[in-house]
């Protein structure tokens, strides 16, 4: 151990002689290692750690899936008659729970505000393996109608809002216009994880931080598909058993509906469906990082061969003093060692000032993220990270020096700026190595970007211009007559219009470009009757006439419904229904069903521009506009087109709705334009982040690129002096280093793409209207990546080609 402490306070001596080295490979460590850290911190809590419940592997997912609508809608949330049903009769199972998420509005604290709510059926904690700190769980009987205001709340919300207090259990708080009953409080660990596969929500949408039993009360045979269902799998029993059991019953369903209705169960793990379209993006930034870290690594064993070289007398030295061949390779270890805990200490620290502000300020909704951080996993793999380092750029580097020949390197007669043969190709392979890694990189980057250009470039069907919503909800108990409700909203439309700047206002039940919602099949009057869920399935919204003048949504055919035609069931339809529905026909006038065969049937009186439903880069346009008087819903969100910046409007629109109703929150104003990007903000995150790791391999290849040329320029001095006084031209010198510095980026261009060729399928899902073997980036790729080696070796073969031959003899 002496020896040991011996060479690390050598390595350090070596180290801080040359401070500038030191700096550069500390700092290049540090940045590679935190990066390596940051994005593992993410996927070992969303994709690795277990969840916070009792036997979590035995937890499942249980969806529904139509054989008629698998091409459009692989699966659909469980309708609550199945739920039940599966409840009863399904002994693969030890527990099985509904949930759905909903906003409510808090109204017991100083202000009302929104907060993130479950209804859960009764055993919904059970089947969790949760019990409460406080309190008790919910009883079975508080799931049915008349019985449900009771709540459990969070070990947050708790501290928050009710001052931790022990008595808080009998106490009231208003919900929704309603006093519930505190029953409980969960432990402090327990997280709730959002995520899309079990509720609608993006970056903004409250944490779950109250349970209220969900006391069905419609439960149609085959209608409410609204419910996600977790189950329990009892010990011993695999998913295949389980999804057995389930068609059975679903059989048994499907016979009861008849019309030729097919209903299958899906059964998934419970937190791989957590993770949803998020894994394939973690998984992808976690690649590119560690190319990126492995892309560093070659670089410096690069500059420590060349360091290595200037030592080699050195080396030979101590070999000639008796010094054994593994003591000198043990010290040239210890210099790379000091090097890997720098910037390894280091790389922690900005691993954790970044994983911070990534959960504060989350470009990207992602599950689970309030958990993750910097814990003992990540310190775990930063360490493995900085030993794999230490022998990715030390241990080759670190050979070749305690293999000097004492013979070779102690003649006198032998030019001290000499370079090997085999020193040149095995830093140009290492040069070839990192070429071929940043060209994958850049492939994978150029995909994602043609991506989101091609996007971003289709038809909104908008104008995003001055254009904001509000979400809020009558939720106060008079709002249960749908009469006073369509009086409330119609006063609210007409404040809100009156205020200065604003030009148009409108109301919808749910914003294009954030989800599917209240999904319904819909068949023409004339046509011959087919099987419910083998018609087509539009998306149907509630509005105002106000609401398309205020979006900019084209009117192609027809007219908008009036707020006097309320006697008869009017309807605006997107130009992908009417397609849909009366190919090459002309729709207006056309009567159309929903959901059922019988009256009252849908008269269309205008055709509308499509305009994307859940996001800018989905498919889904058909969508079906109601007048908002047909089904006036309680949470819409109020849209106007102001002369001003809508945000400047939000002092005056809260004081309009609070004029109204003042016991309803209401959030600040969201823009069109922020709805757009925030429907591609996976995509834009899993884009930024591969032009960072793409553009920084770029850097580090190009510099070292420069850097072995450069070097080999300066060991070559001698020889390139004797060249050029006896003949050679400066051009022909020019020309030979920068076909010497240009030949590991060919070879590594080439086996990167050919690497990039045989991945592209790999990511193909990620990828939007453009093929994995995309011709435009696959030519793109190497010429950038060409002209930017060919920068780097501009400066050494210029410098070569500059040499003076005595200046060149005088440094021999």
């Not at 300020?361 to 599950?367: C, E, F, K, M």
């Amino acid at each position: 151990m002496s020896g040991i402490f011996q060479d690390l306070r050598y390595a350090v001596r070596l180290l801080l002689k040359t401070p500038g080295f030191s700096l550069i490979a500390v700092a290049t460590l540090a940045l590679g290692i935190g990066g390596a850290t940051a994005v593992f911190s993410l996927v070992n809590t969303i994709l690795l750690k277990p969840l916070p419940f009792h036997d979590p592997d035995r937890l499942v997912l249980i969806l529904e899936s139509m054989p008629g609508m698998r091409a459009r809608y692989p699966t659909l949330p469980a309708c609550a008659n199945h739920f039940e049903r599966w409840r009863q009769q399904a002994g693969s199972f030890e527990n099985m729970a509904a949930l759905r998420w909903v906003g409510m509005t808090l109204s017991s604290s100083a202000q009302p505000r929104n907060v993130g709510a479950a209804l859960v059926s009764s055993g919904f904690l059970g089947t969790l393996g949760v019990s409460p700190r406080l309190g008790r769980d919910f009883a079975a009987e508080e799931d049915q109608p008349g019985k449900e205001q009771v709540v459990i709340v969070t070990d947050r919300f708790w501290r928050s809002e009710l001052a931790a207090s022990s008595a808080v259990i009998g106490r009231s708080i208003r919900l929704d216009g309603q006093p519930h009953e505190i029953i409980g409080v969960l432990p402090s660990g327990f997280r709730f994880p959002k995520s899309g596969m079990l509720t609608s929500y993006d970056a903004e949408t409250p944490v779950v931080d109250v349970f209220k039993p969900i006391a069905f009360r419609y439960k149609p045979l085959h209608s409410e598909y609204n419910y996600a269902v977790v189950g329990r799998l009892r010990s011993g029993l695999s998913i295949r058993e389980a999804v057995s059991e389930l068609n059975v019953i679903q059989a048994a369903i499907a016979a009861q509906i008849g019309g030729g209705t097919e209903l299958e169960a899906v059964v998934r793990p419970f937190q791989g469906s957590l993770v949803g379209k998020s894994k394939a993006g973690l998984l992808l930034a976690l690649a590119a990082v560690s190319a990126v870290l492995l892309i560093a690594c070659v670089n410096l064993a690069n500059l420590l061969l060349a360091r290595g070289s200037g030592r080699r007398r050195e080396m030979a030295i101590r070999a000639a003093l008796g010094a054994a061949r593994r003591h000198l390779l043990r010290q040239a270890l210890a210099e790379s060692l000091c090097l890997a805990l720098g910037g390894g200490g280091i790389g922690v620290v900005v691993a954790g000032l970044v994983v911070s502000l990534f959960v504060r300020q989350a470009p990207v909704p992602l599950p689970r993220l309030e958990e993750v951080g910097v814990d003992g996993m990540v310190l775990a793999f930063a360490a493995a990270v900085t030993s794999g380092c230490v022998l990715l750029f030390g241990l080759l580097p670190a050979w070749r020096t305690a293999r000097a020949d004492p013979q070779e390197a102690l003649q006198t007669g032998r030019r001290a700026g000499g370079d090997s043969v085999g020193g040149h190709r095995l830093r140009s392979f290492l040069v070839g190595a990192e070429v071929a890694l940043s060209a994958l990189l850049l492939v994978v980057a150029g995909l994602l970007l043609h991506s989101f250009i091609r996007v971003m470039a289709r038809d909104r069907g908008v104008e995003a211009q001055h254009v904001a919503a509000v979400e809020i909800a009558l939720t106060p108990p008079g709002y249960a007559d749908d009469a006073r409700c369509i009086a409330a909203w119609g006063s609210l439309e007409e404040r809100i219009s009156r205020l200065p700047g604003v030009t148009s206002v409108g109301l919808i039940s749910q914003l294009p470009f954030t989800r599917e919602q209240n999904l319904s099949p819909a068949l023409p009057k004339e046509a011959a009757p087919i099987p419910t869920f083998e018609r087509p399935i539009v998306n149907l919204r509630y509005v105002t006439p106000g609401y398309f003048e205020t979006v900019g949504i084209r009117l192609l055919s027809g007219r908008i419904f009036q707020p006097d035609e309320r006697q008869v069931r009017l309807a605006v339809i997107s130009r992908s229904v009417a397609r849909t529905l009366w190919p090459g026909q002309d729709p207006i006038g056309r009567e159309f069903r929903e959901s059922s065969d019988k009256p009252p049937y849908s008269r269309v009186v205008g055709v509308v521009a499509d305009v994307p439903v859940a996001s800018l880069q989905g498919d889904s346009a058909r969508i079906v506009y109601h007048p908002y008087w047909d089904n006036p819903w309680r949470r819409v969100s109020i849209v106007l087109r102001s002369a001003v910046d809508p945000r400047a409007l939000s002092p005056a629109i809260r004081r309009a709705i609070w004029e109204v109703e003042p016991e309803i929150p209401v959030p600040a104003p969201k823009t069109m334009a922020r709805l757009i990007s925030d429907s591609v903000s996976s995509r834009s995150f899993d884009l930024a982040l591969a032009v960072l790791f793409s553009a920084t391999a770029l850097l580090l290849a190009c510099l070292g690129v420069y850097g072995v040329l450069s070097y080999s320029v300066a060991r070559r001095t001698g020889e390139i002096g004797v060249r050029l006084a006896l003949g050679a031209s400066a051009s022909a010198v020019a020309l030979q280093v920068l076909r010497r510095g240009m030949a590991p980026v060919v070879l590594g261009l080439g086996v990167g793409l050919a690497a990039a060729l045989a991945a592209a399928r790999l990511f193909q899902s990620m990828l939007f209207e453009v093929p994995a073997l995309d011709l435009a980036t696959f030519l793109a790729v190497p010429v950038l990546l060409g002209l930017a080696a060919l920068a780097a070796c501009l400066i050494p073969t210029l410098r070569a080609a500059r040499i003076h031959p005595m200046a060149a003899l005088r440094y021999e």
